[in-house]
């Protein structure tokens, strides 16, 4: 299976590096075409000097891109050069009516599509170790087994196109509201003057705990935030969350008041902090009123 | 060392019980006699008939009422027929507050006291398997070990009186944050038609799990909520962390949050259901509105 990948950003750079291990990688292509030209030279692949190109001879394209927009073009760049049984894996983390459209477009080439969506960050990018959470055909899941195993080891199919972006966007939900309650009894704790390692070390034992306190609570003990998950990734996966919601009409408050936190962060500068930087805004509340 | 026990309700009575079990049981007292002379009768140890009679031979006496008003009037009884030298243990839910004023009190008359809050639930308090959160004098806190280890068994000191209400607390904003974000996601997930054990069992791995998601997202899928952690108790948690946040000039929003869909559920008749019942007003939002 002769494998393209289009989008060689912090996440897309090492899973076309995993294919490559995996002896599928054919070509990459990047909208900056010197990233493009020197993976392919590091790697010894193709740079693809344009989407067609890259598509042209593939059996499988995978894109790892930033937004619903890229997804799009790639896709109508994408499908007139593909051939027909080829199919389009999208890792990028976009909105399930993207994921819808994308299919759409490519159904007209008979080319088919897997959403895709991964989590796990960089370092499960580099280790091959993503959670990856897919959408689309079981006849399609199955012929992407290889691709998928060679740049993940969780990977789950939810069922029809889409359903892996809305997984995915469940799980940005509970992140959201996870590390808004995590930095708001944190700077409580705090504010009560409790031994913060002996707290996080107790309670993380308990009913009250989350991934977040075990793992992101001492980030805010040494009020210290290395990324991490990104404010400003989070706050455009939450955009999202925002978005298909909408289509059914409903707000999700959880969603709106962290887009709102997450707005103040970024405007102070802090958009590129792990997101348990939230704890900066609930910490100050107490400071701001001394008792 | 002789032990009497104040407050026999549903986790009072079984942490009694245990107290019995070790050896340190003397006395027993409830507001209502007829549940003290009940268990008084099957343990074979005295149902004192106040609380004067209650405290006046005991070299300790553990409490376990329903709020912090009563913590008050209780400690008000005790403190005169107390010796000193005697400790009181509060394994009330109450505010850091409360425990001041208790301790106060008693130092009065030269008795030490501990605030000592429980987690685990009833199942807890009936293995004694609790989780003990206490403040107050480490010597007290030593003293307190052949008590406290009969009753719980993850047992840990976070400081001066008022701090093992304040680490109670802690953890009680976590789970309002924690149990409002799974349900919002749950209902979202639901919306888009996912396959929601497959979805637990997949996200419940990853950065975005919770103990609640993974023990509490199963009641949503069932939609069938039983108690577990109630509304009503798990409300009147979080007017103290409200009333302990207010002393700071603070408001903990997702706290307030979470008391007016408690407020809602309540009225609904939801009241004596698991927290993870708040489900019910997220789905609705989502079935209003069919797409």
Redesign the interface.
């Known amino acids: 299976m002769k494998v393209g990948f289009a989008g060689l950003g912090a996440m897309g750079a090492p899973m076309a590096t995993n294919l490559h291990r995996a002896g599928l990688l054919q070509a990459v292509w990047n909208r900056t075409a010197a990233r493009s030209q020197a993976l392919a030279a590091q790697l010894e692949v193709r740079a693809a000097a344009s989407l067609a190109d890259l598509a042209h001879d593939a059996d499988a394209v995978v894109l790892c891109v930033a937004a619903d927009a890229d997804v799009l073009a790639v896709v109508d760049e994408l499908a007139p050069a593909l051939h027909p049984g080829a199919l389009v894996i999208d890792c990028s983390t976009v909105s399930?009516a993207t994921a819808h459209a994308a299919a759409a477009t490519l159904a007209t080439r008979q080319v088919d599509f897997l959403d895709a969506p991964v989590?796990?960050g960089i370092e499960g990018a580099e280790r091959g170790t993503l959670?990856i959470?897919v959408g689309g055909s079981e006849q399609a899941f199955e012929r992407a087994q290889p691709i998928l195993q060679a740049m993940g080891k969780?990977i789950?199919h939810?069922?029809a196109t889409?359903?892996g972006q809305?997984?995915k966007?469940?799980?940005?939900?509970?992140?959201?509201?996870?590390i808004?309650?995590?930095a708001?009894?944190?700077a409580?704790?705090k504010?009560?003057?409790?031994?913060l390692d002996?707290?996080v070390a107790?309670?993380g034992?308990?009913?009250?705990?989350?991934?977040?306190?075990v793992?992101r609570a001492p980030n805010m003990i040494r009020n210290h935030y290395p990324a991490g998950?990104r404010v400003r990734l989070h706050a455009k996966d939450l955009a999202i969350?925002r978005a298909?919601?909408a289509?059914?009409?409903?707000e999700?408050?959880?969603?709106e008041?962290m887009l709102q936190e997450y707005g103040e962060l970024i405007a102070r500068g802090h958009g590129d902090e792990d997101i348990s930087t939230a704890y900066r805004l609930k910490a100050e509340?107490?400071e701001?009123?001394?008792?």
């Open positions: 399930a989590s796990g959670a959470m969780t789950s939810f069922g889409g359903s809305a997984t966007a469940t799980n940005q939900i509970m992140c959201a509201g996870i808004r309650a995590v708001e009894a944190m409580f704790a504010a009560h003057e409790l031994p002996k707290v107790t309670l034992q308990g009913a009250g705990s989350s991934w977040y306190f793992n998950f969350c298909m919601a289509q059914h009409g409903v999700l408050p959880v969603v008041a509340l107490f701001r009123q001394p008792d």
